[in-house]
Structures are given as structure tokens and as C-alpha cells.
């Protein structure tokens, strides 16, 4: 064993002293070959800056996940993703404006054509209202901060100035990070809430054949159950894929804490950056449609009541189930005649 042990120092030491001269020699030349820059090339110092952005981590006493490392070369590359990126986000959302702007100039706002009949219908409780304005106002605050933080630099500054810009990017910097929690968790209760009518029906494809009607002036519609396609579409996209794809980034983003590399964040940094432009724009068709787009749209979130007119135009199969009695959602009697103005009103030609 002992004999074992020598032999097998004896070569270590010998492949070692094999090894000193060459090493010796390349260091040697290395450091010739510096000399000469310096004769020729005054302070520049190209080859250790190479070895520094090179991202390949050196010594540090400091423990911790890439310590060693003094540049993160892929920070360039982020840097230079997030230009064209924002760009082609910024126009989508700008082709997403001009289209409902143009679509409201030549649709106006979709009436009731129907008369209304002053029965009204629960369509929303208590609970969902509150689970939908929770998330919806966080998730708009969000949306105008990132907005901010995203384009501010090259759309806002020039035009107020640095110190209102300053003033302004700060508060939208803190309300991003401090909103960002809230609608984490508005949005699962949002998701449980609502998810089990918005599972896709085959009557679905008839309202997505024929856009639910909104292209027909003269009132044409497609019976649909308590969401349509487009508010399904909306919910499984938006809500559902965008919206997580946004709580898991912005965490990782907002908390460093958890021991994610420079890497880690830049990654998370740019599909927050894409999945938060892509839910702005289509965030878009549905501010517009519970608001200006659609009369009594906005009432029914407000109130949680529709007038039965409206429901069987929009929503007829569910209309149908509610009046059978087949639907979790019942007509109501006891509704406070300021209820009643303000849905009656919403119907009503603006």
C-alpha cells in the first residue's frame, strides 16, 4: 500500500515538473506580449477587459452565486433585446387603439334592440364583483405603470421634463412593486371563481364564425351561454396564461431574495416585458367593450343586475337557463330603484 502511494506521488510530481516549463513559458510570453502592447498601444488593456467580459468567474472571498463574476456579459444582450421588443409591443397596442377607435366611429355603442322590460336578472353577485374589480383595477394600475417604466424614457421625458418624469417614474416604480402582490392574489380567486363558465361549448364555433354578431348593424346576434367566445378567449388567454405568466416573473422579479442569478432575472425581466404588452393590448377589447363599446355592459359589473332584454341578446342560452330555472343566477325582485335607474339608464341611447 505504502509502495502504491509513492509511486503514485512520484508521478504526480513528475508530470507536474513535465508541466512547469511550458506553463512557465506560456505565462512568460503572455506577459511579453502585454509588455509590447503597452510599448505600442499606451493603456490599452483589450485582452484583460476580453477575460472580464468573458463571464467566466475568477476568485472572490465572497460566497455566493456568481460572485466571481465582475461582468455578466448577457447583460448586453438583454439591453439590446428589449429595444426591438418594446417597439413591436408599443405598436401592437397602438394597432390595437386605432382599431377599436375606428370600429367605435363606424359601430357606435351596441344597443339593446329588444325593449326592455324592466325584470332584471342577478347576473353578477357581491363576491364577483369583488373579485373582478380587485383584480381588474390592480391589473390596470400595473398595466399603466409598466407602461410607464417601459416608454416613459423615450415618450414622456422629452415632453415633461426630468423632474416631473423623476417624480413620476418613482411613484410608478413603488406602485408596480406594491400592486403586484395585491393582484397575485385577486387573480386565482378570480380564476375559481369564474372558471367553470368558461369552459368552451360547441356553440362557441357559431359565435366565433360569426364574430357574435358585432359586425352587423342591424342587430343580428348569436345565442351564447353566460360568457361568449370572446369573453372565453379572453379569460383563458388573458386571465389565465398571460396574467400567471406575469405573477411567476414579476415574483422572481421583485423578490432577489430568492437566490435567482443575473440570468435567472433578465430571462423573467423579458417575458414579463412581452406577456405584459400582450395583455395590455388585449386587455384593451375588453375595457372597451364593458364600457363604451356595449350599452348595459358596464351596469352589470357595477350593479351585478341586467335587464332580462339584454340578457336574452347577448347571452341567450343563458338567459334561457335562467328563466327555466336551471341557472345559479335568478331574477330578482328586491332591487333598490337606484339599481333599477342605473341599469335601465345604461341601456338607454348615450
Request: charged share 15%.
Given at each position: 500500500m505504502t509502495s502504491t502511494l509513492a509511486r503514485l506521488a512520484r508521478g504526480i510530481l513528475l508530470a507536474a515538473l513535465i508541466a512547469a516549463p511550458g506553463l512557465a513559458g506560456a505565462q512568460q510570453q503572455q506577459q511579453e506580449t502585454q509588455a509590447q502592447r503597452q510599448v505600442?498601444?499606451?493603456?490599452?488593456?483589450?485582452?484583460?477587459?476580453?477575460q472580464v467580459r468573458s463571464g467566466e468567474p475568477g476568485y472572490t472571498?465572497?460566497?455566493?452565486?456568481?460572485?466571481?463574476?465582475?461582468?455578466?456579459?448577457?447583460?448586453?444582450?438583454?439591453?439590446?433585446?428589449?429595444?426591438?421588443?418594446?417597439?413591436?409591443?408599443?405598436?401592437?397596442?397602438?394597432?390595437?387603439?386605432?382599431?377599436?377607435?375606428?370600429?367605435?366611429?363606424?359601430?357606435?355603442?351596441i344597443p339593446v334592440h329588444g325593449k326592455p322590460t324592466g325584470k332584471l336578472i342577478r347576473r353578477f353577485s357581491t363576491a364577483d364583483r369583488i373579485a373582478h374589480w380587485t383584480m381588474g383595477i390592480s391589473f390596470v394600475i400595473l398595466g399603466l405603470t409598466g407602461l410607464v417604466l417601459t416608454f416613459g424614457k423615450h415618450v414622456l421625458l422629452p415632453v415633461i421634463g426630468?423632474?416631473?418624469?423623476?417624480?413620476?417614474?418613482?411613484?410608478?416604480?413603488?406602485?408596480?412593486?406594491?400592486?403586484?402582490?395585491?393582484?397575485?392574489v385577486a387573480l386565482p380567486v378570480f380564476i375559481v371563481m369564474f372558471i367553470r363558465d368558461n369552459l368552451p361549448r360547441a356553440y362557441?364555433?357559431?359565435?366565433?364564425?360569426?364574430?357574435?354578431?358585432?359586425?352587423?348593424?342591424?342587430?343580428?346576434?348569436?345565442?351564447?351561454?353566460?360568457?361568449?367566445?370572446?369573453?372565453?378567449?379572453?379569460?383563458?388567454?388573458?386571465?389565465?396564461?398571460?396574467?400567471?405568466?406575469?405573477?411567476?416573473?414579476g415574483y422572481i422579479l421583485n423578490f432577489p431574495n430568492f437566490d435567482q442569478t443575473r440570468s435567472t432575472m433578465q430571462t423573467a425581466n423579458v417575458i414579463h416585458m412581452i406577456a405584459g404588452l400582450l395583455g395590455i393590448a388585449m386587455a384593451c377589447f375588453h375595457v372597451y367593450l364593458g364600457?363604451?363599446?356595449?350599452?348595459?355592459?358596464?351596469?352589470?359589473?357595477?350593479?351585478?343586475?341586467v335587464d332580462e332584454a339584454w340578457a336574452k341578446e347577448h347571452h341567450e342560452y343563458w338567459y334561457e337557463e335562467v328563466k327555466g330555472g336551471r341557472s345559479r343566477q335568478k331574477y330578482a325582485d328586491d332591487v333598490p330603484a337606484e339599481t333599477r335607474s342605473q341599469v335601465a339608464g345604461g341601456l338607454q341611447q348615450s
Amino acid at each position: 500500500m505504502t509502495s502504491t502511494l509513492a509511486r503514485l506521488a512520484r508521478g504526480i510530481l513528475l508530470a507536474a515538473l513535465i508541466a512547469a516549463p511550458g506553463l512557465a513559458g506560456a505565462q512568460q510570453q503572455q506577459q511579453e506580449t502585454q509588455a509590447q502592447r503597452q510599448v505600442t498601444q499606451p493603456l490599452n488593456n483589450a485582452p484583460m477587459w476580453g477575460q472580464v467580459r468573458s463571464g467566466e468567474p475568477g476568485y472572490t472571498s465572497i460566497q455566493g452565486r456568481e460572485t466571481g463574476v465582475l461582468i455578466q456579459s448577457r447583460g448586453e444582450t438583454w439591453r439590446e433585446a428589449r429595444v426591438p421588443l418594446t417597439t413591436i409591443g408599443g405598436a401592437i397596442i397602438a394597432f390595437v387603439l386605432l382599431v377599436l377607435i375606428g370600429f367605435y366611429s363606424w359601430r357606435g355603442s351596441i344597443p339593446v334592440h329588444g325593449k326592455p322590460t324592466g325584470k332584471l336578472i342577478r347576473r353578477f353577485s357581491t363576491a364577483d364583483r369583488i373579485a373582478h374589480w380587485t383584480m381588474g383595477i390592480s391589473f390596470v394600475i400595473l398595466g399603466l405603470t409598466g407602461l410607464v417604466l417601459t416608454f416613459g424614457k423615450h415618450v414622456l421625458l422629452p415632453v415633461i421634463g426630468y423632474t416631473l418624469f423623476a417624480w413620476l417614474a418613482n411613484l410608478s416604480k413603488n406602485l408596480h412593486n406594491f400592486v403586484g402582490p395585491i393582484f397575485s392574489v385577486a387573480l386565482p380567486v378570480f380564476i375559481v371563481m369564474f372558471i367553470r363558465d368558461n369552459l368552451p361549448r360547441a356553440y362557441d364555433v357559431q359565435w366565433i364564425a360569426k364574430f357574435g354578431g358585432m359586425l352587423d348593424k342591424k342587430g343580428g346576434h348569436v345565442p351564447s351561454g353566460r360568457f361568449n367566445a370572446g369573453e372565453k378567449a379572453l379569460f383563458w388567454i388573458l386571465v389565465v396564461i398571460l396574467s400567471l405568466i406575469l405573477v411567476v416573473t414579476g415574483y422572481i422579479l421583485n423578490f432577489p431574495n430568492f437566490d435567482q442569478t443575473r440570468s435567472t432575472m433578465q430571462t423573467a425581466n423579458v417575458i414579463h416585458m412581452i406577456a405584459g404588452l400582450l395583455g395590455i393590448a388585449m386587455a384593451c377589447f375588453h375595457v372597451y367593450l364593458g364600457t363604451i363599446g356595449m350599452r348595459g355592459a358596464y351596469q352589470a359589473m357595477r350593479t351585478g343586475y341586467v335587464d332580462e332584454a339584454w340578457a336574452k341578446e347577448h347571452h341567450e342560452y343563458w338567459y334561457e337557463e335562467v328563466k327555466g330555472g336551471r341557472s345559479r343566477q335568478k331574477y330578482a325582485d328586491d332591487v333598490p330603484a337606484e339599481t333599477r335607474s342605473q341599469v335601465a339608464g345604461g341601456l338607454q341611447q348615450s
